[in-house]
């Protein structure tokens, strides 16, 4: 591993690495390629320093320290895998293990759904010690279409919290109780519809455990196929969030946000983030239709009903000019209509009359 | 500015919510004092008053919600407020709490944890007023006890006047030589030159963890930034601990004078109370003693013709003993859902509102002006053995004459059982006792012989912490006791770090017999590894300090473990439920 020679530098198990100033020790060390295990951690937030599946040990410390909220300091002789830290990793899953009611969740869950589960078998911790009674209690009397309130699989390491007032700036979500009986909740115990919460699904997406559940994308859990994603922009609106599209076969089956997204580092609103149904709906149009002389809307071929249209559209431009021609593209079409669409308004007719709705 | 007068001062009863918020925007930490006000003046907090809150000190509605709910002792049902809060601490479960807790159930009675009145128990909170008895005919609202007279003559610090008539109020206090050393501080000695005085009289923190003071307050003076703060911690919620209440309800002015002083050491213009919410009186004496102190020129802008100014707030808190942990308790005074922070950074630079700050505890406090006045030379030769200065023992339960002791630092723990305290009832013996309250777990047999001081009772595995001992004789159920320990862990736990979080609702559910394996190896196996990561893991000492209880029971009582893990399943354990008698809804 390389140094620069004059930086400061600490000693990761054995090997000495430079490190930047204020960088925490598991920042440092999850950059010179260290796996430390943790589930509170999200890179986008404050350190917490819940977890504590992220200690380490650092050489003259009487205890183990957490990796997430320590700062490098140089000279630091940091040991990342120690049996030592390594027996606490252990116990701490074997006992996460027992609070909850299941451990395998649905990959549809949410993006970051698998990684208590990789723990748990990482660390082999379903040993069935540890028994006692469950935390949390799910909310399925929420009505809300979205977002999925399973907190019988929560372990409390308030990511959702965290993300909702440190991302999102909505502080709907907050913390009830103490210790073993600490709740996940909103203003008075209510649903998320009369609650602050936007929808936007940052919540679901950074639990790393399926306690909150993307309940768009598990309504197609039987789909048959492989799921398969797909890197976009979201045309929803002119921040241009990176998404990816989850799909299986043919059909679209959710919306993942992109956390290396340069513009939405992993956010997304409600629409970006749950309102793609239009996609696959059954009213959707399936083919041209034409009004014929009785006022009536009929099936057509394209041939006839792009004459039919460009019939009218060059009407327009003989009686009133071309800046009497003003195109609109919808969100709801691809980058790729878009695009065609501008340059239909603007090289077909010579226009600059040309907008999106999504021009919010 | 003033801003003294009790929390639950009746005129509040009076105010619109709009004067209550406008009463209390503009101090520092105004939520806790916006919040009791509203709770005095409805005797709950309705949904209407959190959402006026929440308007009117700009804080998110979910933030606040779930902050509330992390307290104890706000009520938030109409009526919760009058509602009887019965102790079912260690002591005084063992003194009738759960008969009384029954009793008074008609009346919508919920339990508490330890409210700190261990020497003279059963205390039950109804309102704002605490009565004590062992039964509900019994109950009185008397003041909590004195400290018994000292033994042998041995020279105390703390307690040297405080047992003299009328010592709390200022005649009192100055009659027997208070705010002297301040004078001499402020008019004749540099900021530097009083660091220097504590630092040479050995003083350390009072509250457990023993930082020397003079240092804290050093690293205080040099740190940037202002206002600084001198935070009183007078959170004492380890069960069995009651110190603190007798130095602020006979010595208020020992309290404020020693703030005065780490205010003027330090550059800090402000000092707050941080008090327990199970404490009503000693507010009200507090508050008297702040309003005299203002209208004697010992408090305020300048503090006793130095030109040095002093202001003096109390926050009162809700009921979490959490928040006797310093940065919980900046976190509450805050406003914001009392988790412990990360350290570093220490509140010596990023304290309240993340500026500089002394958190110290009520005695360390109070031992300030002794110092000031009699010497630095004088207070670091109280101690024995080399140990400096003196602890206050706060000895409950199976004993004699419970009550505060002043102890040389380095006195044999015997003499204070046996000679000063008289000992078990008789024909009784002494089995085990607790020590830093219940947080560091049991000593017994041998280790009884033990020193009070932290070299001496670390090497047995345990510290002495913030003094409180707790004596449990022969008859008791040492199972049951550890039960009852860790389940107040449990109920006190913040929930922020996993092991604790989880660990000690795990070590409650095995001692209580309901839940873990049956066969005693993988009994202990199981308690040891989840001790084991609790101590070495957790976020802070709560966590850290909650398995010396598992640990000390197996290392003393091994067979007393084996008798409750073979039981287990052949015994209902009835009455050992973790929901506990701590029920935290009205």
């Known amino acids: 591993m390389s140094t620069n020679g004059t930086g400061p530098t600490i000693v990761l198990d054995g090997e000495k690495v430079a490190f930047t100033p204020g960088e925490t020790v598991y920042e440092a060390a999850t950059r010179h390629g260290k796996d430390i295990p943790t589930l509170c951690y999200d890179p986008r937030l404050e350190p917490f320093g819940g977890c504590r599946l992220c200690v380490v040990e650092v050489e003259g410390a009487r205890a183990p320290v957490a990796s997430c909220t320590a700062r490098c300091q140089a000279g630091m002789e940091v040991r990342t895998r120690s049996a030592r830290v390594e027996v606490h990793r252990r116990t701490l899953m074997e006992m996460l293990a027992s609070e909850n009611r299941e451990v395998d969740v649905d990959e549809l869950t949410s993006l970051a759904s698998q990684e208590m589960t990789e723990l748990v078998d990482r660390y082999e911790a379903r040993t069935g010690r540890f028994q006692g009674r469950k935390s949390g209690a799910s909310r399925p009397d929420d009505p809300n279409p979205f977002i999925m309130r399973d907190y019988d699989n929560c372990i409390s390491c308030y990511r959702c919290v965290r993300v909702c007032a440190e991302q999102e700036g909505d502080y709907a979500i907050s913390v009830k109780g103490r210790g073993f009986d600490t709740q996940i909740t909103v203003e008075f115990d209510g649903h998320l519809k009369e609650s602050a919460c936007t929808f936007c699904g940052q919540c679901v997406h950074t639990c790393p455990t399926g306690a909150l559940g993307d309940l768009k994308a598990l309504a197609h859990r039987e789909v048959p196929g492989d799921t398969k994603k797909t890197r976009t922009v979201c045309p929803y609106c002119g921040v241009g969030c990176s998404v990816d599209l989850l799909t299986r076969g043919n059909q679209l089956i959710g919306v993942h946000p992109a956390m290396d997204g340069p513009a939405n580092l992993g956010a997304l609103c409600v629409k970006g983030q749950f309102a793609f149904d239009f996609v696959q709906h059954p009213d959707r149009l399936a083919h041209p239709l034409v009004r014929g002389e009785d006022g009536e809307l009929h099936e057509a071929g394209w041939d006839e009903a792009l004459d039919r249209a460009a019939e009218g559209f060059l009407r327009v431009r003989e009686r009133y000019g071309r800046h009497a021609v003003y195109g609109v593209a919808s969100g709801r079409a691809p980058h790729e209509a878009a695009y065609t669409m501008q340059k239909f308004i603007r090289g077909g007719f010579g226009t600059n009359h040309i907008d999106n709705c999504s021009r919010a | ?586």
Request: proline share 8%; with cysteine.
């Open chain 2, 1 to 586: 500015m003033t801003d003294q007068g009790a929390t639950h001062d009746r005129s509040a009863r009076r105010m619109t919510d709009q004067e209550i918020l406008a009463r209390w925007n503009e101090e520092p930490g105004p939520l806790l004092p916006v919040l009791h006000a509203f709770h005095a003046r409805d005797g709950y907090l309705s949904e209407d008053a959190i959402r006026a809150v929440s308007q009117g000190l700009r804080i998110p509605l979910a933030d606040l919600y779930g902050t509330i709910t992390f307290y104890h002792h706000f009520a938030r049902v109409p009526g919760g407020l009058d509602c009887p809060r019965v102790c079912t601490g260690p002591v005084c479960v063992q003194e009738g709490a759960l008969g009384l807790l029954r009793e008074l159930a008609p009346e919508g009675a919920t339990g508490m944890p330890c409210s700190g009145r261990c020497d003279d128990p059963v205390p039950v909170l109804r309102g704002h007023l605490t009565l004590a008895g062992r039964s509900a005919a019994e109950l009185v609202a008397r003041p909590a006890p004195l400290p018994p007279p000292a033994l042998d003559g041995a020279a105390e610090c703390v307690f040297r006047t405080i047992r003299e008539p009328g010592h709390a109020t200022l005649p009192g206090y100055r009659r027997d030589g208070g705010y002297e050393g301040l004078a001499c501080a402020v008019r004749e000695m540099t900021p530097t030159q009083v660091i220097e005085a504590i630092d040479r009289s050995g003083l350390a923190g009072r509250g457990g963890a023993g930082f020397p003071t003079g240092r804290k307050w050093r690293a205080v003076a040099e740190a940037d930034g202002t206002p600084k703060s001198i935070v009183c911690n007078a959170d004492e919620g380890e069960p069995g601990c009651f110190k603190d209440r007798a130095l602020m309800d006979y010595d208020p002015h020992a309290v404020i004078e020693g703030m005065i002083a780490s205010g003027y050491a330090t550059g800090a213009h402000r000092g707050f109370i941080y008090l327990r919410y199970e404490y009503p009186e000693t507010e009200d004496i507090l508050a008297e003693a702040i309003r005299e102190a203002e209208d004697a020129g010992i408090l305020g802008p300048s503090v006793m013709g130095s030109g040095f100014a002093f202001d003096l707030h109390i926050r009162r808190g809700a009921g979490a003993y959490i928040c006797g942990e310093e940065t919980s308790l900046l976190n509450s005074m805050e406003g914001k859902h009392p988790f412990p922070r990360n350290r570093p950074p220490f509140p010596v630079t990023h304290g309240f509102e993340d500026l500089p700050t002394v958190v110290n505890n009520v005695e360390t406090l109070a031992s300030v002006p002794h110092i000031l006045a009699l010497g630095a030379e004088w207070y670091a030769g109280l101690g024995m053995n080399g140990h400096a200065g003196t602890k206050v023992i706060s000895l409950s339960g199976d004993i004699l004459r419970p009550g505060n002791y002043e102890v040389p630092m380095g006195f044999p723990l015997e003499r204070l059982l046996y000679d000063w305290a008289g000992g078990p009832s008789e024909g009784r013996t002494i089995q085990a006792v607790t020590m830093a309250g219940l947080s560091g777990g049991f000593l017994a047999g041998d280790d009884l012989f033990v020193t009070l001081d932290e070299p001496a009772i670390r090497a047995r595995k345990s510290f002495l912490g913030a003094g409180g001992i707790m004596v449990f004789d022969d008859s008791r159920d040492m199972v049951e006791v550890a039960h009852a320990a860790m389940e107040f862990f449990a109920h006190e736990s913040c929930g922020k770090c996993f092991p604790c979080r989880i660990g000690t609702q795990r070590l409650t559910e095995r001692l209580a017999g309901e839940a873990g394996p049956d066969a005693v190896v993988a009994w202990v196996d199981e308690v040891a590894d989840i001790g084991y990561t609790m101590k070495e893991t957790s976020a802070c000492g709560l966590g850290t300090a909650a398995p010396l209880i598992t640990e000390s029971l197996m290392r003393y009582f091994p067979e007393a473990v084996s008798r409750h893990v073979t039981a287990r399943g052949a015994l209902p354990m009835a009455g050992r439920g973790s929901g506990g008698p701590h029920g935290t809804e009205p």
